[in-house]
């Protein structure tokens, strides 16, 4: 019975962080299109690590000395790619692309999560998880060809940004079930922004933010992005990677089967609309992620 019952709260846990996450990332889109608006990408990058760092180095300092010391070389890893650079990316591609195309790309995470884990990590996938992948690529390829973008051409090239920040978030899931899955979800949170903090300072001071940071349209945006950074990144983190230790990798990514569904509700609320072309390529992404991670 007892066993039993741990199963039935793994699951309960498990349905209620993914709610939680859809929740957080979905609207982390429309808030970084808010810090844009006075921000530029290397300034909203580096000011939502710096924010995160803050607050988990607050709330989790102690946890860092349970990290295990061969463990900080994964810690590291996964710290960029996990964080690093799927932040300067999506930040650049919102230059470029709507914030709710943004949200739907996003939901290519599970697709490459389960090709990585195939090809680099030894996992097995089925006909049915081919043909998921299979339908998740051509979605985002109606989505890429039938995209408006803001500034012109720029559409490609800020789409291509968003494919290959889900190609690190891919890897980064699977390297945290591989080697980081005995280290505590606040001890891996932590330790990537603690690792992250200094090249973020660099980076902002280095982008100009000290001769703009009184006017008062930065300061607004500041503030979306210091929401963005505390409750989008640092406690979506640390939710994320207790997902991952009690589900697989596959299971975890899948949050992005609701991202989109938030990230569009968003857009449409700010004015952003999706001609039909798109809208089926949201579809037929979400059909593919949905094939390539049933079991």
Known sequence: MGIQNQTMLT????????????LIWGSSFILIKRG?????PY???????????????????????????????????????????????????????KSSV???????????????????????????????????????????VNGNSAHGQSNYFC????????????????LIKKYLSDVSPLSITTGNFAVLLIPAIIIL????????????????SVLFIMILGVLGTGVANILYFQLVQITSPLTASSVTYFIPIVAMSWGILDGEMLNALQFLGAFVILVGVYMATKK
């Open 11 to 22: 699951k309960d846990n498990k349905w209620v962080l993914l709610i939680m996450l859809s």
């Open 36 to 40: 844009l608006v006075a921000l530029n």
């Open 43 to 97: 300034q909203l990058g580096s000011l939502r690590i710096i924010f995160a760092a803050t607050f988990l180095l607050i709330i989790g300092f102690k946890s860092l000395a349970k990290i295990p010391i061969d463990k900080w070389r994964f810690i590291i890893l996964t710290a960029f790619l996990g964080t690093f650079f799927p932040v300067f990316l999506f930040a650049y591609a919102q230059t470029g692309i």
């Open 102 to 144: 943004s949200g739907i790309l996003n939901s290519l995470t599970p697709l490459y999560t389960m090709l990585l884990g195939a090809l680099a990590f030894g996992f097995s996938f089925r006909r049915n998880q081919i043909i998921g992948v299979v339908l998740g690529l051509s979605g985002c390829l109606l989505l890429v």
């Open 159 to 174: 789409t291509t940004l968003v494919v290959i920040a889900t190609i690190c978030y891919a890897l980064n899931v699977n």
């Open 205 to 220: 001071f280095g982008s100009g933010f000290t001769s703009v940071m009184t006017q008062t349209s930065v300061q607004h």
